[in-house]
T-cell receptor, first 115, second 117 residues
Framework: DTGVSQDPRHKITKRGQNVTFRCDPI?????LYWYRQTLGQGPEFLTY????????KSRLLSDRFSAERPKGSFSTLEIQRTEQGDSAMYLC?????????????FGPGTRLTVT | AQSVTQPDIHITVSEGASLELRCNYS??????LFWYVQSPGQGLQLLLK??????LVQGIKGFEAEFKRSQSSFNLRKPSVHWSDAAEYFC???????????????FGKGTHLIIQP
């Protein structure tokens, strides 16, 4: 069990550019979650997958955001036409309802700075 | 709306003193409850969880939490803090009965714990 990994750990981009983040969950976990955390706040749920199916999207996930989990393993989160308000830490978590119930295991996050 | 409230933004405790971090929830039904800790540059680490049963739950690193239905609270405690406990602490909840696959955790805003020598 190597834990949840995220890449990159930091990303600085200019407003209007597109960015993509990757998350590799714990290998036997079938559920994968994305959260966003801004300074001084707790993480806010964005979306989650069970295997390759995206089952829920928060209203926080605007049309500029898209997430995929094509083979039910790693996931990508893309933000198009970034805005300064997108600056945040993007956290990924994984779980397996049958193995660990409702516990979610978090990665270290990708910190996005939009200039 | 479902929510989790952590009333204390910052708490300062002397090393060796006891600690209690407050968490209140607002849900239609009793949710599942969690406490996570986040250290600088680190991901969120699960300290403990409550699903049902015994209302006093033990976690890692010497932490415990008590669920009180009458107060809609799930407060985190530690009898004696260490300097390494300085971190951000988050209470979180999920409603397993909401149906429709609503699975995302709802977090409080966090409590920043400062340890005085």
């Amino acid at each position: 069990d190597t834990g949840v990994s995220q890449d990159p750990r930091h990303k600085i981009t200019k407003r209007g550019q597109n960015v993509t983040f990757r998350c590799d969950p714990i290998s036997e976990h079938n559920r994968l979650y994305w959260y966003r955390q801004t300074l001084g706040q707790g993480p806010e749920f964005l979306t989650y997958f069970q295997n390759e199916a995206q089952l829920e999207k928060s209203r926080l996930l605007s049309d500029r955001f898209s997430a995929e989990r094509p083979k039910g393993s790693f996931s990508t989160l893309e933000i198009q036409r970034t805005e300064q308000g997108d600056s945040a830490m993007y956290l990924c978590a994984s779980s397996d309802r049958d193995r660990v119930g409702y516990e979610q295991y978090f990665g270290p996050g990708t910190r996005l700075t939009v200039t | 709306a479902q929510s989790v409230t952590q009333p204390d933004i910052h708490i300062t405790v002397s090393e060796g003193a006891s600690l209690e971090l407050r968490c209140n929830y607002s849900y239609g039904a009793t949710p599942y409850l969690f406490w996570y800790v986040q250290s600088p540059g680190q991901g969120l680490q699960l300290l403990l969880k409550y699903f049902s049963g015994d209302t006093l739950v033990q976690g890692i690193k010497g932490f415990e939490a008590e669920f009180k239905r009458s107060q809609s609270s799930f407060n985190l405690r530690k009898p004696s803090v260490h300097w390494s406990d300085a971190a951000e602490y988050f209470c979180a909840a999920v409603n397993p009965f909401s149906g429709g696959g609503a699975d995302g955790l709802t977090f409080g805003k966090g409590t920043h714990l400062i340890i005085q020598p």
